[in-house]
T-cell receptor, first 113, second 110 residues
Framework: NAGVTQTPKFQVLKTGQSMTLQCAQDMNHEYMSWYRQDPGMGLRLIHYSVGAGITDQGEVPNGYNVSRSTTEDFPLRLLSAAPSQTSVYFC????????????FGEGSWLTVV | TQLLEQSPQFLSIQEGENLTVYCNSSSVFSSLQWYRQEPGEGPVLLVTVVTGGEVKKLKRLTFQFGDARKDSSLHITAAQPGDTGLYLCAAAFGNEKLTFGTGTRLTIIP
């Protein structure tokens, strides 16, 4: 029962490097999203998608790109990493309406030095 | 941008005590969820409330949705060490986005 799978679990980047955080779900959920979690800031929405081929910006989209070519996958790309992007990143998915259960991945710990 | 304020930010109490944490907004929610998150893991849904005045119980946890749909509370009776964690509220304001509060970090001391 995989649910939402994120990789990598841990990553250290140098300032200016680019990388992609992978996210896959096997529940056929239409809605997928990426959040970052910083101390004292809660979870902040970066980007979200309501279906394949459709993406939209969340609260803190700058410095990140996403695409949704399939229902299952929703990768998050950091274009040119900055120390301010040091954070824990969570991918999530849900089926249907906003009040339905959101399933989160286990998180990706990213450090930018 | 709608904001969700949670209070208190930190709470440390003895095992067996009762506690209440709060989630407030200046805007009306269409639905509200409570999550618990343990270290090294993603948040896990505890409950969803959608009707003003609604009360839901989950064992020793009681969740209430305010009549005006701008606030919610989580009450824990006879807290146990297993209740330790970060409690997050998350609200929908009538669109696809879910806004999370800043969380209450709860520690139950044996």
């Amino acid at each position: 029962n995989a649910g939402v799978t994120q990789t990598p679990k841990f990553q250290v980047l140098k300032t200016g490097q680019s990388m992609t955080l992978q996210c896959a779900q096997d529940m056929n959920h239409e809605y997928m999203s990426w959040y970052r979690q910083d101390p004292g800031m809660g979870l902040r929405l970066i980007h979200y998608s309501v279906g394949a081929g459709i993406t939209d910006q969340g609260e803190v989209p700058n410095g990140y790109n996403v695409s949704r070519s399939t229902t299952e996958d929703f990768p998050l790309r950091l274009l040119s990493a900055a120390p301010s992007q040091t954070s824990v990143y969570f991918c999530a998915s849900r089926s249907g309406a906003t009040g339905n259960t959101i399933y989160f991945g286990e998180g990706s710990w990213l450090t930018v030095v | 941008t709608q904001l969700l304020e949670q209070s208190p930010q930190f709470l440390s109490i003895q095992e067996g005590e009762n506690l209440t944490v709060y989630c407030n907004s200046s805007s009306v929610f269409s639905s509200l969820q409570w999550y618990r998150q343990e270290p090294g893991e993603g948040p896990v849904l505890l409950v969803t409330v959608v009707t003003g005045g609604e009360v839901k119980k989950l064992k020793r946890l009681t969740f209430q949705f305010g009549d005006a749909r701008k606030d919610s509370s989580l009450h824990i009776t006879a807290a146990q060490p297993g209740d330790t964690g970060l409690y997050l509220c998350a609200a929908a304001f009538g669109n696809e986005k879910l806004t999370f509060g800043t969380g209450t970090r709860l520690t139950i001391i044996p």
